[in-house]
């Protein structure tokens, strides 16, 4: 015992006398990047609307949700014996053929509607600030998001550390936005939803938000999509040092995720009672146009369409990484089915362009069946991201060192309320 733990303490002690160097920052900042996007506008409505003892709980319950699950994911993607194998690579090798191909199309459809769902919010927010705010006639629709897609692709087109570096960039306003518009709501704070601290009397439907919160949770700080490709490009760098860097890491990004979002979560709540929250929430309009209308505050009425672009590119790029690897592997593996093979650049062309043509089409077309989607996503997205890990752990040895029962059974706990949380809300 003794042994092992100055085994680890030396470990330690050789990545902290690397320090901390810029290409970590930016994977920090990649990671919330991809975590913080459109999202995180809805939340407040979400998260308040059953009162402040459901909030409390979130709180607390936050940073162990992010930080474990993602840990997890993160240490079953680096136990593939591959040094370049993705996620998909992991699953069949552990798994198996079959088992690795279903979760190789599962882990692609937990993603690609959602980076569906972004280029068709990207488009309405642009077109509603283009009518709203700037008072103008908007060019058609089809236009629009072809623009719009065709931009974003143009960023992608440059290679992986480009995305990082723009999405690093991004996070920086986003970041700042955000605490500017929690610090600025402080004035307005009232006592309407201390109210709600009575358990007795709504003790049933205090349990229920909470319990149909957890997805929307789930929902706002996933980043699993990039996941892969942090442990890869960290295990590059790191050898087998990557498990440790890759932990302080992912704490310090989802320590900052917590911090600022449920600041800024506090914060609107705080400044709105539980009668105002539910009203936003039949709008079905984010936080920061409820603010606007409800204060009469022009600079939250212009600050919030840019700082909904900024979000959703953020997260369009950060989806993009895991589409564009788990349909990589779809095609790879049906070619090699079928006794072919393809160059990575043929691969990653036709990956690109249906990935453009896709989100182009369903943006223009804007169909209401997105939210349907998203709802649907949201399990095979817990099932990846909180239970496939915790199997891994128990399943295969190379990773029954990082056994945990209390944190194991906590992720276990969160992964099935999401999946039931979201059935419930789905059929009822």
């Not at 050789?14 to 809805?42: E, P, R, S």
């Not at 979000?311 to 593996?333: M, P, R, V």
């Not at 099932?383 to 945990?404: E, G, Q, S, T, V």
Request: hydrophobic share 55%.
């Amino acid at each position: 015992m003794k042994t092992t733990q100055i085994s680890i303490l030396n470990n330690i002690n050789k990545i902290t006398k690397k320090g901390w160097n810029k290409t970590d920052t930016i994977w920090l900042l990649g990671l919330y990047g991809t975590a913080i996007g459109a999202g995180i506008l809805f939340l407040p409505i979400n998260a308040g609307i059953g009162g402040l003892i459901p909030l409390i709980v979130m709180t607390v319950i936050a940073f162990p949700l992010t930080f474990f699950s993602h840990q997890a994911l993160t240490r079953f993607v680096l136990s593939g014996k591959n040094p370049s194998g993705n996620i998909t690579e992991v699953v069949q090798e552990h798994f198996g053929i079959i088992a690795g191909n279903i979760i190789t199309l599962l882990y692609f459809f937990a993603i690609y509607p959602t980076l569906l769902m972004y280029s068709v919010a990207m488009t309405n927010t642009l077109n509603s600030f283009i009518i709203n705010q700037l008072k103008l006639i908007p060019p058609p629709r089809a236009i629009l998001s072809l623009f719009l897609v065709i931009i974003m692709m143009i960023i992608v087109l440059f290679g992986e550390k480009i995305i990082l570096k723009v999405m690093s960039i991004l996070v920086y306003p986003f970041i700042i936005a955000l605490i500017l518009i929690a610090f600025y709501l402080i004035p307005h704070w009232q006592g309407a939803i201390i109210e709600t601290l009575n358990i007795s009397k709504s003790s049933n439907n205090i349990w229920i938000t909470l319990w149909l919160a957890i997805p929307v949770m789930v929902f706002s700080f996933n980043h699993s999509p990039i996941i892969s490709s942090f442990a890869l490009v960290k295990r590059i760098e790191y050898g087998k040092y990557a498990e440790i860097k890759c932990s302080r890491i992912l704490a310090y990004s989802n320590l900052l995720m917590v911090i600022t979002v449920m600041f800024f979560v506090f914060s609107c709540v705080l400044s709105l009672s539980p009668e105002d929250l539910y009203i936003a929430k039949k709008q079905n309009i984010t936080i920061l146009s409820y603010l606007a209308n409800h204060f009469n505050v022009p600079v939250i009425d212009w600050l919030g369409p840019p700082l909904a672009i900024v979000a959703i590119t953020k997260s369009f790029l950060g989806h993009y990484l895991g589409a564009k690897e788990g349909l990589n592997g779809i095609i790879s593996k049906v070619l090699n089915h079928l006794g072919k093979r393809i160059l990575p650049e043929q691969l990653n062309f036709i990956t690109s362009l249906f990935i453009l043509v896709t989100a182009w089409l369903v943006a223009t077309l804007n169909p209401n069946i997105l939210k349907m989607i998203e709802t649907l996503g949201g399990p095979i997205i817990s099932m990846i991201l909180f239970l496939m890990p915790m199997y891994a752990i128990r399943k295969i040895a190379i990773m029954n060192k990082y056994c945990n029962n209390i944190s194991d059974l906590f992720v276990i706990i969160i992964g099935l309320t999401a999946i039931s949380a979201i059935f419930y809300s789905f059929f009822y």
